[in-house]
């Protein structure tokens, strides 16, 4: 259950997919993929979702699939039956929760106010969905929340699009975003799946934020060192914008990238192949980790932080 919940984080957006024919649920699930995104939750909304869920898991194998908007335990063992691997429901059952962790499956349940997280609590869930986030505070529900319960992070679904996305992304309470803006029934049903892959990809630039942070306060020149920033942009689909200079540089030939979330920006950097190496660097007499590129790109070492 862990490993899941761990790879929905590292994934850090979750897309909400409505299903109305089921032999389109294969070429939806190849635009999510083609896009970036290996996970696909396909909600019980239609008498499609378990079709889709069977055909998709059958087309691929590595497309973490959830069964959404599950109301019962007969949903959820007909979701498990179809190859499901994690439930995720709108609000808080305890019976279903009960069975969930009985078939070791791991499960989302909804959760918007501090009666409903004290219960979870008591299943030991410290994963849950925030729904429908839009009505109750979005990201500002998520903060109050997580400033008494400081072990929980939430999946919050409803109301965040590519356009708030970024309001989210950076936040220590926000285990995913979860949303149907990804992957929308417009467009499954249109066959636009070109545009689905784009959406995934703006998406995962916005989550991520890189950002060009400094250059080495002891780099050659700026002359020498934005090719070598292009080089990597170009890589690893960076969207590398100029920031303010911070002190960051330990060495000459460095440049620092700024993210939103480390772990799961090593997540997707090593997802294209890229090697990384791990060091620690004393900053105000405390450790920190840093990340790093193995291999130079031009004459510059690459540093990533969260910042």
């Not at 170009?234 to 990238?257: H, M, Q």
């Not at 190496?277 to 690459?302: M, P, R």
Request: hydrophobic share 40%; charged share 20%; proline share 4%.
């Amino acid at each position: 259950m862990n490993d899941v919940l761990k790879r929905i984080g590292n994934a850090g957006l979750v897309p909400v997919v409505v299903i109305d024919d089921a032999e389109l649920a294969v070429p939806a699930a190849k635009a999510l993929i083609d896009g970036g995104l290996e996970i696909m939750e396909v909600t019980m909304r239609t008498d499609q979702g378990l079709k889709a869920i069977v055909k998709v898991k059958e087309a691929y194998p590595q497309m973490l699939l959830g069964a959404g908007t599950v109301l019962s335990i007969e949903n959820a063992r007909e979701a498990l039956d179809a190859g499901a691997e994690f439930i995720v429901s709108p609000g808080l059952n305890p019976d279903l929760i009960e069975w969930c962790q009985g078939q070791k499956i791991a499960v989302t349940p909804g959760a918007v106010t501090p009666t409903e997280i004290q219960q979870a609590l008591k299943f030991n869930l410290t994963v849950l969905k925030f729904f429908p986030g839009n009505i109750f505070g979005g990201i500002k529900g998520c903060e109050a929340l997580y400033n008494p319960y400081r072990m929980v992070k939430f999946i919050p679904t409803g109301g965040v699009s590519l356009n708030n996305l970024e309001d989210y992304a950076s936040k220590p309470y926000i285990h995913a975003i979860g949303g149907s803006w990804l992957c929308s029934s417009a467009d499954i049903n249109q066959k636009n799946f070109d545009q689905i892959t784009r959406i995934v990809k703006e998406s995962i630039d916005k989550l991520l934020g890189f950002e060009l942070a400094d250059q080495g306060n002891s780099t050659k020149s700026e002359k020498g060192s934005l090719p070598a920033a292009e080089i990597i942009s170009g890589s690893f689909g960076f969207n590398l914008k100029r920031g303010n200079p911070v002190d960051y540089a330990e060495t000459a030939g460095t440049i620092a990238i700024k993210t939103n979330n480390v772990d799961r920006a090593v997540y997707y950097i090593e997802k294209k192949g890229n090697k990384l190496g791990w060091s620690i660097k004393l900053e105000n007499n405390a450790e920190k980790t840093v990340i790093y590129l193995e291999g130079d790109a031009g004459d510059l070492s690459v540093h990533l932080f969260q910042g």
